[in-house]
Nanobody
Framework: QVQLVQSGGGLVQPGGSLRLSCAASGFTLDYYAIAWFRQAPGKEREGVSCSSGTASRTYYADSVKGRFTISRDNTKNTMYLQMNSLKPEDTAVYYC????????????????WGQGTQVTVSS
């Protein structure tokens, strides 16, 4: 069965770093678009970053540009989100997602989702 399993969340101080992982099983990530979304309490889910499966193009929300990096390791069938210079406003539940075709920061067309992992940025 298709499954995305996330890890790497936790509590970090402002200015710190975290690396989120999302391991895929039941399919191969190579030709899929990958993306990271986040949702804070009382707020809508927002797109953080995405990357095309058949091209090296990446996209980032303005709020995370220069701080976050999306990547994948096809050998491990795993996608990552490296988060640096974290701010309290980055606090949210983060979700990985995949879909066939071009990546987008709109969540509606993604058909596979991880379970979510909490990231809390606080002093």
């Amino acid at each position: 069965q298709v499954q995305l399993v996330q890890s790497g969340g936790g509590l970090v101080q402002p200015g710190g770093s975290l690396r989120l992982s999302c391991a895929a099983s039941g399919f191969t990530l190579d030709y899929y678009a990958i993306a990271w979304f986040r949702q804070a309490p009382g707020k809508e889910r927002e797109g953080v970053s995405c990357s095309s499966g058949t091209a090296s193009r990446t996209y980032y929300a303005d709020s995370v540009k220069g701080r976050f990096t999306i990547s994948r390791d096809n050998t491990k069938n795993t996608m990552y989100l490296q988060m640096n210079s974290l701010k309290p406003e980055d606090t949210a539940v983060y979700y990985c997602a995949t879909k066939w075709g071009r990546c987008t920061l709109e969540s509606g067309t993604y058909n596979y989702w991880g379970q979510g992992t909490q990231v809390t940025v606080s002093s």
